[in-house]
């Protein structure tokens, strides 16, 4: 009787507890720090992971930067999607990522924009003149010391030998998707942001892809965060790399790593 009445004890205590977890789990949803390029696709694959799995997340978008800064210094994020591996790099090293949960996810193309009704043409070489360009205006970017879209960008500036000539006139943004704002509204004839963003804003057009051997490759890397508890964050992780994700990434025009 001793042992019934604990087993009975014990079964109260469960039915207790187990609907309160997943009462908790639903109004807890793994919360997500993305790059802000990101933005469109994985809204995408997240509404698809939540209709075929019942559950949801939460994303937070900006610069990789500072996103990275912001779990550094204790955000509750539980996974993290940068567009490059220095910021990744950056959280490994402080060792606030969970061991062995990273992966190189996607790549993308930087290229050169302008407002859809602009009639600007340039081909993308050595010297090629991207001041006269400019006109009397600025050339959007993100940040170029710390948020990856401007880092790329002024990379490839340098090494086509022109970053001197317009690095005076940059109007620099905080991430790429306020970089891509800036052209679209027209407050900058010309910027640099990736494929992805520029096919995602109807009010720009791209002028031109950089060559690929003009700055690093472009890769996203995705990783949960050492201090999460969330037990659907890797759930979410292993969606981003599968096969129904996959697609929906290439229909946004990024390219899949894995």
Same mark, same amino acid.
């Given at each position: 009787?001793?042992?019934?009445?604990?087993?009975?004890?014990?079964?109260?205590? +469960?039915?207790?507890?187990?609907?309160?977890?997943?009462?908790?789990?639903?109004?807890?949803?793994?919360?997500?720090?993305?790059?802000?390029?990101?933005?469109?696709?994985?809204?995408?694959?997240?509404?698809?992971? +939540?209709?075929?799995?019942? $559950?949801?997340?939460?994303?937070?978008?900006?610069?990789?930067? /500072?996103?990275?800064?912001?779990?550094?210094?204790?955000? &509750?994020?539980?996974?993290?999607?940068?567009?490059?591996?220095?910021?990744?790099?950056?959280?490994?090293?402080?060792? @606030?990522?969970?061991? !062995?949960?990273?992966?190189?996810?996607?790549?993308? !193309?930087?290229?050169?924009?302008?407002?859809?009704?602009?009639?600007?043409?340039?081909?993308?070489?050595?010297?090629?003149?991207?001041?006269?360009?400019?006109?009397?205006? !600025?050339?959007?970017?993100?940040?170029?010391?710390?948020? &990856?879209?401007? $880092?790329?960008?002024?990379?490839?500036?340098?090494? /086509?030998?022109?970053?001197?000539?317009?690095?005076?006139?940059?109007?620099?943004?905080?991430?790429?998707?306020?970089?891509?704002?800036?052209?679209?509204?027209?407050?900058?004839?010309?910027?640099?942001?990736?494929?992805?963003?520029?096919?995602?804003?109807?009010?720009?057009?791209?002028?031109?892809?950089?060559?690929?051997?003009?700055?690093?490759?472009?890769?996203? &890397?995705?990783? @949960? +965060?050492?201090?999460?508890?969330?037990?659907?964050?890797?759930?979410?992780?292993?969606?981003?790399?599968?096969?129904?994700?996959?697609?929906?990434? $290439?229909?946004?025009?990024?390219?899949?790593?894995?």
């Amino acid at each position: 009787m001793k042992w019934r009445g604990i087993g009975l004890a014990l079964g109260l205590l +469960a039915a207790l507890v187990l609907p309160a977890a997943s009462a908790w789990a639903a109004s807890n949803p793994p919360l997500v720090f993305a790059a802000a390029s990101l933005k469109e696709a994985l809204d995408a694959v997240t509404a698809e992971w +939540a209709h075929e799995s019942g $559950k949801t997340a939460r994303i937070s978008y900006a610069g990789s930067s /500072l996103l990275a800064r912001q779990i550094e210094q204790g955000a &509750p994020a539980d996974l993290f999607i940068s567009a490059d591996l220095d910021w990744m790099d950056y959280l490994d090293a402080r060792h @606030l990522l969970k061991a !062995r949960s990273r992966i190189d996810l996607l790549g993308n !193309r930087l290229v050169l924009i302008a407002p859809k009704a602009s009639g600007v043409s340039l081909t993308i070489a050595p010297g090629f003149d991207l001041a006269h360009a400019l006109g009397t205006g !600025r050339l959007a970017m993100a940040d170029t010391k710390a948020v &990856p879209a401007g $880092k790329y960008g002024k990379a490839a500036l340098e090494k /086509l030998g022109v970053w001197a000539s317009v690095e005076n006139r940059i109007a620099q943004a905080e991430n790429v998707r306020a970089a891509l704002a800036f052209v679209a509204r027209g407050e900058a004839p010309l910027g640099i942001v990736y494929r992805t963003d520029a096919l995602a804003e109807p009010g720009v057009r791209i002028v031109a892809l950089f060559p690929e051997d003009t700055h690093q490759p472009i890769v996203y &890397p995705a990783a @949960l +965060a050492a201090a999460s508890r969330n037990e659907d964050a890797a759930a979410l992780l292993a969606f981003l790399s599968s096969a129904r994700a996959g697609e929906i990434f $290439k229909s946004h025009g990024f390219v899949l790593l894995k």
